[in-house]
């Protein structure tokens, strides 16, 4: 039953065992779901949850100049890392704007392996490699097909992925990350993720996906620990706080637009896009992404009009990502906003099937678990 | 799986029990399974007109909406409240607790019994 065109990743054939109802998603077959959206999410907030995020890119810049190129296409600083770190920051168009969101992470002084969104991979390489072309001391590399990755995110997950190898979690800090092996297969093992919670992304070669997937579930299967699929991957993340490629940042918008002012790092030097980006901290922008819960009964959806007053015709502003919050148990969304609006407080209004529904700027993260010592 | 034999049924998958002149309305198990976990449930005013095939409502999952519709002509007369704050009912017991409004129908017509729809679905999910 495979739909033309789709990829698959090496974790295909477990989910479809596992009951995972498959969707098309960034040119691949994957599960939006196995049992149901509300208990995954449940599941990765309370024990842990694991996820195949094997669909995301991997790109690696490597060569004495690797951190000038680095540092030239991205809007933070790279350059304080020591190996074994990651960093969060932008892809960047020459108009401040994101190719992609983007980890980097320090793999050795001459080595940086960038992971990328799924549905941008393509494009981001295509971007690098012509960039790289004419780039001195420097090559880049299409990896995606060399990596499977599993996240395993929620308070359990040191606890189900201990057992499971020699390396020692504890000494792996948020935003790190060392090579190791999982179940005895090699693993890039860091501690990163997209859900607010604690938890892991591991990266294994293709041909041990699947025996890695299996260990951890029998591991952590006693303990509570589900596979996790796309539709909870989005309802953690809102809840956390984090942006979507595609919904609330894309090639129209800026890191100081879209509330990433922490990513950008003007005194690093020169970066592709960067007056563009000084200028917009310097002047202020027009808009602000914001996040927002619902007054009125409703949820916001994606593409959604944002009305300052409720018989206004004209919008103000989109939203660009919404859904039910488990964890708050009501509707919570982003959405860009004229700047005088965008204030935490602030009240506007959201054109739902026809009809105004009231909505409240809030502070983001919806969600933030208690911070753990690792 | 079939579907209870004593009520009729709509193409877009709402069942109707009729109790007198009366009728109890619902979504049916297929439809729900479709929806995914319903989060939200918007429910008519009561006294609202709506003829066959009209809107009534809509049903919100995490992922998407749906609406549901009128399967005879009629008025509502009640709307389920238990679903403002339980609108896992309708996945949970779409047949019994889960049931949306009740109207006083004025005509009725083009539904089919449990077997014409039994059918509907084993084509629709082939």
């Not at chain 1, 005088?340 to 407080?345: I, V």
């Amino acid at each position: 039953m495979e739909e033309s065109g789709l990829k698959r990743t090496p974790l295909f054939d477990e989910h479809v065992a596992a009951g995972g109802k498959m969707v098309s998603f960034g040119g691949f077959e994957m599960p939006v779901q196995y049992t149901s959206i509300l208990k995954e999410h449940t599941a990765v907030r309370t024990r842990a949850g694991l996820f195949d995020v094997s669909h995301m890119g991997e790109i690696l810049v490597r060569g004495p100049k690797a951190l000038d190129f680095v540092q030239k296409i991205s809007c933070n600083d790279h350059s304080k890392m020591t190996e074994g770190r990651a960093q969060y920051t932008g892809l960047m168009y020459p108009e401040g704007t994101f190719v992609d969101d983007m980890l980097v992470h320090k793999m050795a002084d001459d080595e940086y392996f960038l992971v990328v969104n799924a549905a941008n991979t393509d494009k981001d390489f295509a971007y690098i490699d012509d960039l790289a072309a004419t780039a001195e001391g420097v090559e880049v590399f299409n990896q995606s097909a060399e990596y499977a990755q599993l996240a395993l995110q929620g308070p359990l997950a040191t606890e189900v992925l201990a057992p499971l190898t020699e390396t020692d979690l504890s000494a792996i800090r948020y935003y790190r990350f060392t090579r190791g092996r999982v179940f005895g297969h090699e693993a890039i093992i860091a501690r990163t993720g997209y859900t607010g919670e604690d938890g892991f992304e591991v990266y294994v070669a293709p041909e041990n996906a699947a025996e890695v997937w299996r260990a951890i579930l029998a591991e952590g299967g006693p303990k509570g620990v589900i596979p996790a699929g796309l539709g909870a991957r989005d309802t953690l993340r809102l809840e956390a706080g984090m942006c979507l490629y595609g919904n609330d940042i894309d090639r129209t918008t800026t890191p100081i637009e879209a509330g990433l002012s922490w990513i950008v790092k003007l005194d690093k030097g020169d970066f592709i896009g960067r007056d563009v980006i000084e200028r917009q901290v310097e002047e202020g922008v027009d808009r602000k992404l914001v996040g927002f819960e619902m007054v009125d009964r409703g949820i916001a959806r994606h593409g959604y009009a944002a009305l300052l007053a409720p018989d206004d015709a004209e919008p103000v502003g989109l939203v660009t990502s919404g859904t039910h919050s488990p964890t708050l148990g009501k509707p919570i969304g982003m959405a860009y906003l004229p700047t005088e609006a965008a204030e935490p407080g602030r009240e506007f209004w959201v054109s739902i099937r026809g009809q105004a529904r009231r909505a409240v700027v809030v502070l983001l993260p919806f969600y933030s678990r208690k911070k753990k010592k690792a | 799986m079939s579907v209870p034999s004593d009520l009729l049924y709509t193409k877009t998958h709402e069942w109707m029990r009729r109790e007198g002149d009366l009728a109890v309305v619902g979504i049916t198990h297929y439809a729900q399974d479709q929806l995914g976990e319903v989060v939200y449930v918007e429910l008519p005013e009561v006294g609202r007109s709506a003829g066959p095939g009209e809107e009534l409502g809509t049903l919100e999952s995490v992922k998407a909406v749906s609406e549901f519709f009128a399967p005879a002509g009629g008025e509502v007369v009640e709307v389920n409240e238990r679903l403002n704050d339980e609108p896992n009912l309708v996945n949970d017991d779409p047949f019994g607790g889960g049931w949306l409004v009740k109207m006083r129908i004025r005509e009725e017509s083009g539904l089919l019994d449990a077997a014409a729809y039994d059918r509907l679905v084993a084509e629709e999910s082939h």
